[in-house]
């Protein structure tokens, strides 16, 4: 399984109402997108000085699933709008235990 | 149930064997850790442009239980490991549905 981790930097042009719009968006994609096991998104809480404002967090069955869902159509809409309004946005990409199997626990 | 992302770019000074000694300090932490529910660490597969070396994923009963794992003594010497040898540190802490719980699959 491949966790997919992205971490989001949001400028000042990212309004309240486009991150609606923008969360929302990221909600409809388990499912439609195909090895897409599960995804969460969340706002920071802590604020603190190292602190980004968003991190994404989804699960693939592969690498491949992973590269597809990123010119899968539901998706391109919304790396656009988080890619014209973040001053940084930085992945990584990495092999893990299948969640449903224990993982450190 | 609180998510802790943190994503981590290295420095050159970070050796393999610095980090292998990270990597397997951070697997210490699930059991000691209070609150701790479980932690995965991981490199980096892609080697994009946006691409750091490593994300770790923890998960924790409470704010109270993240906020004393920043203190734990097992954890102390592992941050000043990552904070001597990384160029960036950056983390986004959110409130997550209860892992074991359905989460967008």
Redesign the interface.
């Known amino acids: 399984m491949?966790?997919h981790?992205v971490?989001f930097?949001i400028a000042d042009t990212f309004t309240p109402p486009l991150q609606t719009e923008w969360l929302a968006g990221l909600?409809t994609l388990?499912g439609p997108v195909p090895g897409l096991?599960?995804?969460?998104i969340?706002?920071?809480?802590?604020r603190?000085e190292?602190?980004?404002?968003?991190?994404l967090?989804a699960e693939f069955d592969t690498?491949a699933h992973l590269a597809a869902y990123a010119t899968h159509p539901l998706h391109l809409p919304l790396i656009a709008l988080s890619g014209q309004h973040c001053e940084h946005?930085?992945?990584?990409?990495?092999?893990?235990?299948d969640?449903t199997a224990p993982?450190?626990?």
């Open positions: 491949i966790r981790v971490m930097k909600e388990v096991r599960s995804l969460s969340g706002r920071d809480l802590l603190a190292r602190s980004w404002d968003f991190a967090v690498l946005i930085v992945s990584v990409d990495y092999e893990c235990p969640s993982e450190m626990t």
